[in-house]
Each structure stands twice: as C-alpha cells, then as structure tokens.
C-alpha cells in the first residue's frame, strides 16, 4: 500500500486518516485562548524566584537571607540549609535509589547556574528583587568548564553505546583510499517559546501541578514519589505546550523547589523560570567530538569505518549524545568499529534534544561520506546509492521498509542534481559562490504501550481521552481522525481530551514515539466501540436495526446503518435514543494479555521499561531522509545563506501529510539554525554560558529560511505501527547539517568541520 495521496483542503475527507486536516487547536493557540501552565488562575498564589550559583565548582557555605527577608512581601526564602524532606525519585526506567533523599537545592555546586536558593513573595516583582538581596559565599573546588578545557580528560567509555563487527583496523590499514577526520558540535539548547515554569497547588494531601510536559504520567510520578503521596493523589496538568523539543519530560530541580515551597506555605505557588535560567534548569544537547575514518576502494566502495566519539556530560550523571547512533545503519559496510565516550564537566547534566544521538552522528559520518566522493571524484550521490545497506549490518536483520534510495532519487530529481558541476567553486551568480550537498538522515522507530478510552455520547458525539500530551505534532488532531475513519463521525463531533496524569496511560512524547503508539491504542479503542455500538444496535430489544436481518452494519458520515442502499438508516443520536443510552465507553490498551496487573499499568504509563526499540522485533525498523541543500556563499564576506532545501523522507504511511510536513520543515529549519547559527558559549574560567539569552544564542528566523520542499516516499511499514507509520518530529532535523556543510565545500573548497559554519572560519 502507498501512502495517502496529498488530499485538497476542504476535502470531506480530511479528517479521515492521510487527510491533511488543520491543527484543531490552531487557533485557539494563536488567539491566545489556549491556557499554558503560568497562566491558570489559581487562588491566593505565592511566586517563587530562583537565584542560581555563579560559581562552576564548589560548597555553598553560607547564604545570607536577611536582607532578602526583611524586603517588601517576602514570605519564605528556601537556601541549602533547609531540609524539604523530599526521597528521591526513580530513574525513567523506574530504578529507585532506597531511601535516599533529595535535595534539589544542594550545598554541593556541580555547575554555574544550578539553583541553590528560592525566594518567595506574594508578587513576582518581589519575590525578583528580594532574590537580588541573597548573599551566598561559596567555597570554590577546581572544576573543568568544557571538552576545550585542558584538564577534560579522557572521559569514559560506554561499554553498550560500542558496536563492532569485521575487522575494521586491517580492512582500514588495507584500503586503497583512507579519509580522517574530526567533527565537532557545540552545546546546543531547546529555546522552546515557551520557558520552564509550573503552577503547584496543594490540597491536603492532594497535589495539582500545571506545568508543561511531555508525559504527564511520568511526571507525576516523580512528584509522588519525592512527596511520598500515592500517585492517584498528583494531578498533572498540560493540555498545551509552547514547545519541548525534548526538554519537558521530566519533572527538574525547580519543580521539586516549587511545590516544597507550596506545601511550606500553605498555599499555590507560580515558579517561572527567567529565559537565562533556561539554559541550566535542563540541559542542552551535549558538544561532541568525533572522530571518522573511512577505508574504501578507488571506485568508491566503503570497506571500513572506525568511528571515535566523546561527548560532554555533568559530573554526576553519564548522559551520551551518542555520535555513534546513525554511523553504523546508513552504508553497507563489513568492517566497522564505534566506540563512544562519556567526558564529565561542569555542566547541567546534557538533555534530549530534537534527534539526540542521531543528529551529531549523521553530522559526522554524512561529511565524512562526501570527503571521501571528492577525494576520488564521484559524485555524493552516486557514492551513497553505491553503499546502500541491503539490510541492517550492525543487528543483521532486514530492514521493515527502507526507502532511502527512494528519497535520494526522488530527492535529487526534484532539487536538480544532474545540472550539478562536480568541482568545488565552480557554480556561481555573480559574486556569490553556489554549492550543492547531500545530508542522510535515520530516526529509529520506538514504541511504548498506551491506553485510551472513547465515549460515544447520546448526541451523537464521541469523546476521546488520553493522558497523552500535544506540544505542536498534531496529537489532538492524529487521534480525533483515527477515530473519524473507524467510527465514521466527522471530525466536528469529536473532542479530544489530552494532557493529564488522571487520564488513560500513555507513551512518552519523546523519541519519535508518540504518535504511532497512542493512535495504536485509540485505533483499538475505536474498534472495539464500533463493534460494541453495532452489537448493541443488532441485538436491542429496543433497536429497529434487529428487525433488518443484517448481520453487520456500517457507520459513515455520523450516521449507522444496513449496507445494502435504502435500507434502514439513522444518526448515531437518534439510535442513542432508541437505545435509551447516556452514553457507551470503552478502554483498551496495547499491553499484552498477560500484562494487565495494576503494577504492569503503573510501569508502562509511568516509565520507559516497556518501550520497544527499532531492532526488538525481527526487523530493523527506522525512518530514513535525505536533504538536498543549497546555499549561497558571498565570497567576499564568508557569509551563507540557504537557499534552497528539497528533504524526501520516508517515514512510513502519514496520518496527517499537512501535519507531517510541518514536522519535516520544523526540523529543517532547526537543522540550518544548527548549521549555520547555534553555539552555546562557555566561559573557560567559570564555566557560564555566555549567550543565556534569545539576543545572544542565535536561532533561524525566517528570513534565514529559503524554500523548503519536503517529499514523501514512504510506504505504509506493518511492523512499524498498527496504522503503518514511522515517526516523524525529529528525523527532519538529522542530516541537515552534513548537508549544508557539504554545499558550503562545494561553494567554497573550503572544509569547516565544527559547527556552526560562521563566517570567520570561511575567510
Ligand atoms: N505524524 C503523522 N504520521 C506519522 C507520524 C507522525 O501524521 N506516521 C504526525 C502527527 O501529526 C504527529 C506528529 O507527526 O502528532 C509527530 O509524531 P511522532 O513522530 O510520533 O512524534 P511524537 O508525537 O512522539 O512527538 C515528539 C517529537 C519529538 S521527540 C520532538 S523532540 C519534537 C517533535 O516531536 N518536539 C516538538 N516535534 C515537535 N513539534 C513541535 N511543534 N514542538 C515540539 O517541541
Ligand atoms: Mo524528543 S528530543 O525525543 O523529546
């Protein structure tokens, strides 16, 4: 089955599956009726300012609260001394340290800007200027600001994150044609539009939280346990989010900080956190390094790849950015070795961000690729199609669906490669340089277990209700045409409830997942309400549909009724009637048979233990892309623009193709931000981030933005998804940077190889 054919807006059939439907909640975001988690208005709040350390290494010794104290409505100040009685949480695979407690605001300073103090007021103007009063004396330890420092060391080897097979120092050693070279990104961050922040209200034992995130159950989870509150009692609640991007999944140090100070005071409290301490209430992706060695023969055939990676982590916690994660899945390859390594600096602990893993590693193994087709000769596209992986080299299984060639044909037709002229520096427009580049890029296809449930209401409506959470994919728009297409009722009669703890268990919104396995479950759902509604409208003593002697029905167009023409038809509403229902709910959920324990609940909706990874199967199962970039060198003054992007993907069978594309040109245009702008800057002496701010850490805008063309090849993959997608939100990021890198050699013969490509490093 080929995916849907791009419908006509307006088409009735829109909001069926494949339909290119709008965003429901569209408008209500851009009218600002969407209510986000600062905005709800809770009774008698209390705001919370945070004061983070200045320091990157060291003991806070003592903090002077009284000047703080004495200042106009300050009501709690909260320092390293007080003991908030919190136990710390599980990991997001559920592992529990016994006992140990939590202390979000440490004496202990492992970072410059880690949270040390809060300040609360009965305003934020006070609880802002009391926080100017803190003194806190520190007692300063040697500390290592970044890679760059000298004393970063070697760091650790992550024994799971190897991978090796053949032998790829002799095959290496032995290859007519050897390239090396080194890769390297910088610290990056999410600049979500909207900033961390919460609202926490306590009932007596009752706690409601409204605060941004990408999986209200796990979240609720960690307040839960570091309240040591049964979960029923955290409410969690989220139905919309200016972004995440990876950084709202977890519950922070600020959220622990600001419902302690709730409990404390007896009364809500609104902690917002100021766009500079974004920058260190979660951490960015981590700047890596990589080394790639590339052994191949003269007509451009790989025989070995040596893959060296390292990527900054805190002192505390070993988080990889895996820049080994795409390196052994996009060639055909028999010798290969990858190794990644682990360096602790002074940092917040690196966090997920849009394609982690995958997006530095295809940085470095797709300029590594074209190094090589320049130093023969060949043509980048002909050297990828020439090395295509036949099926999965590093877990030995055949690929589910593997559209890669697809996309680079495809991809190159609609850019124009053929007019290319091999040699760099010879496209150009006048003053300025033209060069073309290739970027692939893979996103695994992840899958969690989920729940939902669906009423069908005596009006006729049908509500859909999910824990799950929409932070801008499309998720509320997804499941209300899942529903549309097996229940038959336009998609204006159905709601969609989403974005809290209380509702059914969901898969995290995060590594691509989300969409694939909660329109699995809602899919389900619907089935088995379709099959109850039907059965009900046979079998009722009361139904008409009992005289019919049909032994099924349809239902389309809201209404449900005997498949033959003119045979006896109403409206979903008026059977309700006949039926004399209220309503009819069913829950389903994707969890095996076996697996329906009250405790197998709590670890699939509130952990990531029974998430499936893309080789758990008989397949390897990934989405696949490949960007085709053009960019415009001045030569004068080194600065690039990108001109022209066409990316062909193939992620599968798309639910929505209007949505799906939007996912797409979202990860583009942070690809080129990456390429051409995004660099956190670290201070070698104290570890801060310089450009904490929107002025100073440069993201696109659109006027940085040219054409984007986005093109599907996918076909529907079964093994995938029950509905035959792939993921979707965060390949469109993994390959744009190789490709712009590689357009601006060819613009200019000139090789950057750390991001971002400014134009210093050009003249
Ligand atoms: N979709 C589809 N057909 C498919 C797969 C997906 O139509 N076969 C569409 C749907 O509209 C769906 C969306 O694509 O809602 C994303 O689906 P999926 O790839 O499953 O991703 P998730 O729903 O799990 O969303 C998380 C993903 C991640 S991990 C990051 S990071 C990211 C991203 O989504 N952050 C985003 N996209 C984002 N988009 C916005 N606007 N804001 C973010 O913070
Ligand atoms: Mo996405 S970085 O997995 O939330």
Not at 660 to 668: A, L
Request: glycine share 10%; proline share 5%.
């Amino acid at each position: 089955m080929t995916i849907m054919e791009p419908r006509k807006h307006g088409d009735a059939s829109d909001g069926m599956i494949g339909g290119r439907q709008s965003r429901f909640e569209g408008s209500m975001k851009v009218t600002g009726a969407a209510t986000y988690a600062l905005e709800y208005p809770v009774k008698g709040l209390a705001h919370a300012v945070l004061v983070q350390s200045t320091i990157p290494a060291g003991r806070v010794v003592a903090v002077d609260t009284s000047r703080a104290l004495a200042a106009p409505g300050v009501l709690l100040v909260l320092t390293p001394e007080d003991d908030l009685g919190l136990v710390a949480a599980s990991d997001w695979y559920g592992n529990r340290p016994e006992n140990q407690p939590y202390h979000p605001l440490p004496r202990e300073v492992r970072f410059n800007g880690q949270t040390i103090v809060a300040v609360v007021a009965e305003s934020r103007e006070q609880a802002s200027e009391a926080a100017k009063l803190i003194d806190v004396a520190y007692e300063e330890t040697p500390s290592v600001a970044s890679l760059d420092d000298p004393n970063a060391g070697e760091g650790k080897l992550m024994e799971n994150l190897s991978s090796a097979w053949g032998d790829a120092e002799s095959a290496f050693a032995a290859a007519p044609v050897q390239v090396e070279a080194e890769y390297r990104t910088p610290r990056e961050y999410h600049v979500a539009m909207e900033p961390h922040g919460l609202t926490v209200k306590w009932d007596g034992e009752q706690l409601t939280v409204w605060e941004p995130s990408q999986w209200s159950h796990g979240m609720a989870r960690t307040y839960s346990e570091w309240f040591g509150i049964p979960a029923e009692n955290v409410q969690l609640i989220s139905p919309f989010i200016g972004g995440g991007f990876g950084s709202k999944g977890a519950a922070l140090a600020h959220s622990a900080v600001a419902a302690a100070a709730a409990k404390k005071l007896g009364r809500p409290v609104k902690l917002a956190l100021t766009r500079p301490q974004n920058f260190t209430g979660y951490g960015g992706r981590a700047a890596t390094r990589q080394k790639i060695a590339l052994g191949a023969t003269q007509d451009g055939v790989l025989q070995a790849i040596i893959h060296r990676g390292i990527s900054e982590t805190s002192t505390y916690v070993d988080y990889p950015e895996q820049t080994g994660a795409a390196t052994p899945i996009l060639y055909k390859v028999e010798n290969f070795s990858s190794q990644h390594r682990v360096v602790p600096v002074n940092t917040v602990t690196p966090g997920a961000l849009r394609g982690p893993g995958k997006n530095p590693s295809a940085y470095g193994i797709e300029c590594a690729i074209e190094e090589l087709a320049y130093k023969i000769g060949m043509d980048p596209l002909e050297i990828r199609l020439k090395n295509y992986a036949d099926h999965d080299y590093q877990s030995g299984k055949p690929w589910s669906t593997r559209r890669l060639r697809e996309a680079l044909t495809e991809g190159a037709e609609a850019f124009g490669w053929s007019r290319r002229s091999h040699a760099p520096r010879s496209m150009r427009d006048g003053r300025q340089l033209i060069g073309w580049g290739i970027g692939c890029g893979t996103f695994p296809v992840i899958r969690a277990p989920s729940e939902a449930l669906i009423r069908i209401l005596a009006n006729g409506h049908v509500e859909v209700v999910s824990g799950a959470i929409d932070m801008g994919q499309g998720t509320y728009t997804i499941l209300a045409q899942t529903v549309s297409e097996v229940l038959g009722v336009p998609v204006e009669q159905i709601e969609v409830h989403l974005g809290d703890s209380r509702l059914p268990g969901s898969a995290i919104a995060g590594g691509s997942m989300l969409a694939g396995s909660i329109t699995g479950a809602v899919h389900k759902t619907a089935m088995a309400a379709r099959d109850e509604l039907i059965g009900l409208a046979l079998s009722d003593a009361n139904s008409p549909f009992r005289e019919t002697g049909a032994n099924t029905l349809t239902l389309s167009e809201g209404r449900i009724a005997v498949p033959r023409s003119g045979g006896l038809s109403m409206t979903l509403r008026e059977l309700m009637a006949t039926l004399n229902r209220d309503h009819i709910e069913v829950r389903r959920n994707t969890l095996a048979e076996g697996s329906q324990s009250p405790e197998d609940h709590k670890k699939a909706w509130t952990t990531l233990a029974s998430v499936q990874g893309a080789t758990s199967g008989d397949y390897s199962m990934h989405s696949w892309c490949a960007h085709f970039a053009e960019v415009r060198v001045d030569e004068d003054f080194g600065t690039v623009r990108v001109s022209r992007m066409v990316s062909a993907f193939d992620c599968g069978r798309l639910y929505n193709p209007k949505l799906v594309e939007s996912q797409w040109r979202g990860g583009i245009i942070m690809g080129i931000g990456q390429a051409l702008l995004e660099e956190g800057l670290v201070d070698g002496r104290n570890g801060r981030t310089i450009n904490n701010n929107m002025g100073d850490y440069l993201v696109p805008t659109n006027s940085d933005i040219p054409d984007i063309q986005v093109i599907s090849v996918g076909v529907a993959d079964p093994h995938a998804s029950v509905l035959g997608g792939k993921g979707v939100g965060e390949v469109g990021i993994v390959g744009v940077a190789p490709a712009i890198a590689n357009a601006v050699f060819h613009a200019t013969g000139k090789r950057v190889r750390d991001l971002p490509i400014t134009l210093e490093k050009l003249i």
